[in-house]
């Protein structure tokens, strides 16, 4: 380390004002499939940061299941910044706390998703079950890998595509619950969380179609089994918005709502946006996303506000304790 | 009551000490969680705590436990003795490994044992071919719960073991006994209040346990969730009352357990004229 | 005096070797059938595991493998470990001989409960063990406001860690000492009372001699559980890579970013920490035994003269 600059940093740091002395540092309390992403895009962060200001920052991270991590914040854990997987995760630290404003999600761009994801099939090499969309996966002798969406946020937005699909098809909420019904009935484990059905079914070779996250399934295609696997796009799915926001109180009480504020930004900008699509994640950028279409195939998008009336609604009716879900499962004889 | 042993000083500084720790660690945290659970109102409580899928979940809980920790029993007495009276190459490493299951993470003991158990493991693959499922099944945790048990009973016999006078044993070969009388009669008794130690301890800490469990257990609704899964999902929705209640459930059933396991202790040392 | 109770087994084993050799052992085969049967055990649950747990974490071979403990991460995460069990092990090994004290050299109304309650640690899982901290000192707890207003972290800190990992580890030395002081009962420390002793010589002369073995398992077993707890921790930890995360968690965050060479190793090292704590007390062990052989060979080979 070069004193001389350090030291420079420093004097630079107390010129512009800082409140103080020391390296600031904010945390970014994120969920599990972003973690190649804020790895990548802290590092362009900081280097931006320094050559727009000349302080040296950190970035702190967190990852975990989505909801084990909304409960730490909500519980305390002093986050400057959440970059979750739900608006309803976020809804919630709002409410419970009030550390942030309840129209948190107008104050930035695309309702404060700086990127996107659907749900997509991954199956192993060639296909040979032969699935190719949402009513293929309740054939008979089908194994359907998928978390458990009681303890799983992409878990979720699995069984929401599903029941989309289900719902236009069949034509009413009957026949859809039917079709999730048959559909579960394939699960033989619902792991707790989205990595482990991932681990289930890559590492263990348990099932015949993995149900995840079109970053995850992307990132297991090219990180665990090169030739192993292919994606499968189903005729609908699900556009997924997992937005960020600033936590305006915790930020305030660091002293950071300036970086905090910028780094939530730079997510929107050209380089966050070819981040997050090297990461798997659709840009919302429209340049960049032209730029990286072969990468991401065209999917009919439903989303969750249009099906099921807002995630709160969606939460209650279906997995709240004693909802849709849980109806599925009876007690064995 | 106490007189016969006030020769003995500490009784207040040790006493007091332990019971001051206790409270401030275990009990007034656990306090909190029992407040919580009360906070629902004992209608609610009660809906909770008495749901067929929470009434599965326990079953299958305390049963894997149970289940663990009787193959524990057996086989940490085994071990034990082998470790303690007998003498052969590669004593000390298989001593060493007994604490494993402790230092070892307890995911990745799940994982590893997963590995192991599941379709294409090394143990997985020629017992299904037998048509014995391990993984993402009840056995499967019962194999896990086993692990993460398996030190309490060796480590609590093998100072007992490793203590007991020799004479005894003599003493009773010379009036007659034969090795397996001897062993019943005489080194057994001896044995009993650590071997029931091992026990409780070894179903104590495998009715809790979350983390090696569900990796191995498939996680199905009313046929392989465990109780603390199903506290974890209550929490993901917020519902720390009703987490609380299901928390304050298993801790009864435990406590009860436990005492009861300790009140057989206390008896059988007291058949013995210790204590 | 009381010697050690390995010692007491031992020093009248060899004097009388040759005429109770016979009588109070097996028979060969029947020795070899157990010692067999122990082993197979042994090896199917714990030595396949953790040859798994080897033979992945050196998938990638060694430059992998020690680039995975070398990354300032995994380094302070190490350093987090060894704080939390520093702080732990000796709480609960002052709290483990009081309670045994008071617990075995007495007779009280309600012992019974006490011990349950010490053991009621080990059944509460991992899940609830990390609620109960967030319920006292989270946030919305009993005393998170007050904590807040004074700008005191308490979870998703380095407190929380320690206080979680005291929790889950608190039975143990309590427990292995219970049992044994139970069984030698007190009439050791009666006839060195009796003899003049104060209570503190008594306890640190005969008393601790008497109980060393299980203590040092209990410690042993209090560190090894210490160091390698998960569930309880991750709830209180906060996750932060490089600031609260220990080296369990650590393994998972690995693990959940598909290396899973790296995950494994760094449970390997978990898993040889303990190893080595064994063979360090084996050795103290056979060292022990050693000279107690010898003691009592010279005492033969006097009488003999």
């Known amino acids: 380390m070069n004193w001389k600059t350090l030291i420079a940093a420093t004097a630079l740091g107390l010129v512009v004002s800082t409140p103080a002395l020391a390296a600031r540092e904010i945390l970014n309390v994120s969920y599990d499939p972003t973690r190649e992403l804020y790895e990548q895009f802290n590092k362009e962060f900081v280097k931006h940061w320094k050559a727009e200001t000349g302080e040296p920052l950190t970035v702190r991270q967190s990852h975990g299941g989505a909801g084990k991590q909304t409960r730490a914040v909500i519980d305390g854990l002093e986050a400057d910044v959440v970059t979750l997987a739900l608006a309803y995760d976020i809804d919630a630290i709002s409410e419970k706390t009030g550390k942030l404003p309840k129209d948190w999600q107008k104050r930035l761009p695309h309702n404060s998703a700086p990127y996107t994801s659907t749900i997509v099939f991954l199956v192993r090499k060639g296909n040979p079950k032969g699935l190719h969309d949402w009513d293929d996966l309740i054939k008979p002798g089908v194994e359907v890998i998928t978390p458990n969406p009681k303890t799983s946020g992409g878990a979720r937005w699995n069984y929401l595509a599903a029941w989309a699909f289900a719902q236009d098809k069949y034509g009413s909420e009957e026949k859809a619950k039917d079709y999730i019904t048959k559909l579960f009935k394939q699960v033989p484990v619902l792991d707790s969380g989205a990595r482990g059905s991932t681990t289930t079914f890559v590492q263990r070779g348990i099932g015949d179609v993995l149900l995840a996250w079109e970053n995850e399934a992307l990132l297991a295609i090219n990180e665990l089994g090169k030739g192993d696997f292919e994606i499968v796009v189903p005729s609908v799915s699900i556009l997924a918005e997992p937005p960020v926001t600033l936590v305006d109180k915790n930020a305030q009480k660091h002293g950071t709502t300036d970086v905090a504020k910028a780094y939530l930004e730079y997510l929107y900008t050209p380089v966050g946006q070819e981040i997050a699509a090297k990461n798997y994640y659709r840009p919302t950028d429209p340049k960049i996303a032209k730029k990286y279409a072969d990468a991401f195939p065209d999917v009919n998008l439903i989303t969750v506000d249009d099906v099921f009336g807002g995630w709160q609604k969606a939460q209650k009716t279906h997995f709240n304790d004693g909802g849709v879900f849980d109806q599925i499962y009876k007690p064995s004889e | 009551m106490m007189s016969r042993n006030r020769v003995i000083p500490g009784f207040g500084l040790s006493l007091g000490y332990a019971t001051l720790y206790t409270s401030l660690i275990v009990f007034i945290p656990l306090a909190a969680l029992a407040a919580e659970g009360i906070s629902l109102g004992g209608e609610r409580f009660w809906a909770v705590v008495s749901h067929p899928q929470a009434v599965a979940s326990y079953t299958l809980s305390f049963g894997a436990a149970l289940t663990a920790a009787l193959i524990n029993l057996v086989f940490g007495l085994l071990v034990a003795w082998v470790l303690v009276r007998y003498s052969f190459p590669g004593k000390r490493i298989a001593d060493a490994l007994v604490d494993l299951p402790f230092a070892l993470p307890t995911a990745v003991a799940g994982i590893a044992l997963t590995a192991l158990y599941g379709r294409n493991g090394w143990f997985g693959g020629p017992l299904e071919a037998l048509g014995l499922k391990i993984a993402y099944a009840p056995a499967g945790i019962v194999v896990a719960l086993t692990f993460i048990g398996l030190p309490f009973v060796v480590r609590t016999v093998q100072p007992v073991l490793a203590g007991l006078e020799r004479e005894l044993e003599e003493a009773a070969a010379s009036l007659g006994a034969d090795r397996w009388q001897t062993f019943r009669r005489v080194l057994l008794p001896a044995l009993v209040p650590a071997l029931l130690t091992g026990f409780a301890l070894a179903f104590a800490r495998a009715v809790g346990e979350y983390g090696s469990v569900v990796f191995i257990s498939g996680n199905m609704p009313y046929r392989t969730e465990i109780t603390p899964l199903l506290i974890y999902s209550k929490l993901e929705q917020y519902d720390y009352a009703g987490a609380s209640a299901l928390g304050v459930m298993m801790l009864l059933f435990s406590f009860l357990l436990l005492l009861a396991i300790n009140a057989l202790q206390y008896w059988s040392l007291r058949r013995q004229g210790g204590g | ?305």
């Open chain 3, 1 to 305: 005096m009381s010697d050690s109770g390995v010692a007491n087994a031992v020093a009248p084993a060899f004097t009388a070797a040759a005429v109770s050799r016979r009588a109070v052992g097996e028979g060969a085969w029947l020795r070899w059938a157990l010692t067999g049967l122990a082993l197979l055990f042994l090896a199917v649950f714990l030595v396949v595991p953790l040859v798994l747990v080897f033979r992945e974490a050196f998938s990638k071979g060694w430059d992998v493998y020690l680039a995975a403990l070398t990354e300032p991460d995994a380094w302070h995460a190490i350093k987090l470990t060894l704080i939390a069990a520093a702080i732990a092990v000796p709480l609960n090994v002052i709290f483990g001989i009081a309670a045994a004290w008071g617990i075995s050299k007495f007779r009280f109304r309600g012992k019974q409960v006490l011990i349950t309650l010490i053991d009621l640690p080990f059944a509460v899982s991992p899940v609830i063990a990390g609620l109960i901290y967030v319920l006292v000192f989270g946030s919305r707890g009993w005393l998170g406001p007050w904590l807040e207003a004074h700008d005191l972290s308490i979870i998703y800190a380095v407190p929380g860690i320690v206080l979680a990992t005291i929790f889950v580890t608190f039975p143990f030395v309590a427990r292995e000492l219970i049992p044994l002081m139970q069984e030698q009962g007190v009439s050791h420390e009666e006839a060195a009372l009796t003899l003049g002793a104060s209570g503190w010589q008594t306890f640190r002369r005969v008393t601790l001699p008497s109980i060393k073995w299980g203590l040092l398992y209990g410690v042993i077993l209090c560190n090894a559980r210490a160091m390698g707890e998960f569930g309880a921790v991750s709830v209180v930890s906060g996750h932060i890579r490089g600031k609260t995360n220990t080296l369990p968690l650590h393994v998972e965050i690995l693990y959940n970013e598909y290396q899973f060479a790296a995950a494994f190793a760094v449970a390997s090292l978990l898993a040889l920490l303990a190893v080595v704590t064994l063979v360090a007390k084996s050795a103290l062990e056979f060292k022990h035994q050693r000279d107690r052989e010898r003691s009592a060979r010279a005492a033969t080979r006097q009488e003999e003269l």
